[in-house]
T-cell receptor
Framework: DAGVTQSPTHLIKTRGQHVTLRCSPI?????VSWYQQVLGQGPQFIFQ???????GRGNFPDRFSARQFPNYSSELNVNALLLGDSALYLC????????????FGPGTRLLVL | QKEVEQNSGPLSVPEGAIASLNCTYS??????FFWYRQYSGKSPELIMF????GDKEDGRFTAQLNKASQYVSLLIRDSQPSDSATYLC??????????FGQGTELSVKP
């Protein structure tokens, strides 16, 4: 079975631009979560979606937004990029019950110049 | 105080030794605890989860949970150079968010 997939794998943007990252969960998984991981730190929670509804939001500015589609895939959008947004963006999927194991995709590495 | 704390390391152990990785958490109501391994440049992969006090063993890995002390640990027996990675402790808080520690870098020397 295919695992969590993310696209693109790498991305270079300049300050002020907008970026869209995409994620497809494991087949049968209905929940997707997004994390930001900067070098030397653990992943930091951004959003969780379940059945197209936002279930949780981390401490990130409104420049960050996300959505989930009927096929359970998800997009993370970041507007007005800052240098500090450079990070590895991780998507994780789970079946959907609270406090379940999350399985991570390979991530998208974003560099903002 | 951080919600989940780990020693950043690096922790260096000789091949064949036991590596002990520790994690403390602040939310006393937390119920679910996870250990992930992350190789350099890769994404986290699940090693183990534990929900109940005590020990849980899976091959060379043992997770230990003590909710009274708000402490969870991971033991790796017969450490191999391929175990060299960053180990991430993750805990669900009562708000339902999965919170990660900063990770402990483990180096297993041949």
């Amino acid at each position: 079975d295919a695992g969590v997939t993310q696209s693109p794998t790498h991305l270079i943007k300049t300050r002020g631009q907008h970026v869209t990252l995409r994620c497809s969960p494991i087949s049968g998984h209905k929940s997707v979560s997004w994390y930001q991981q900067v070098l030397g730190q653990g992943p930091q929670f951004i959003f969780q979606y379940y059945e197209k509804e936002e279930r949780g939001r981390g401490n990130f500015p409104d420049r960050f937004s996300a959505r989930q589609f009927p096929n359970y895939s998800s997009e993370l959008n970041v507007n007005a990029l800052l240098l500090g947004d450079s990070a590895l963006y991780l998507c994780a999927s789970s079946l959907g019950a609270p406090q379940e194991t999350q399985y991570f995709g390979p991530g998208t590495r974003l560099l903002v110049l | 105080q951080k919600e989940v704390e780990q020693n950043s390391g690096p922790l260096s152990v000789p091949e064949g030794a036991i590596a002990s990785l520790n994690c403390t958490y602040s939310d006393r109501g937390s119920q679910s605890f996870f250990w992930y391994r992350q190789y350099s440049g890769k994404s986290p992969e699940l090693i183990m989860f534990i929900y109940s006090n005590g020990d849980k063993e899976d091959g060379r890995f043992t997770a230990q949970l003590n909710k009274a002390s708000q402490y969870v640990s991971l033991l790796i027996r017969d450490s191999q150079p391929s175990d060299s990675a960053t180990y991430l402790c993750a805990v669900y808080n009562q708000g339902g968010k999965l919170i990660f520690g900063q990770g402990t870098e483990l180096s297993v020397k041949p």
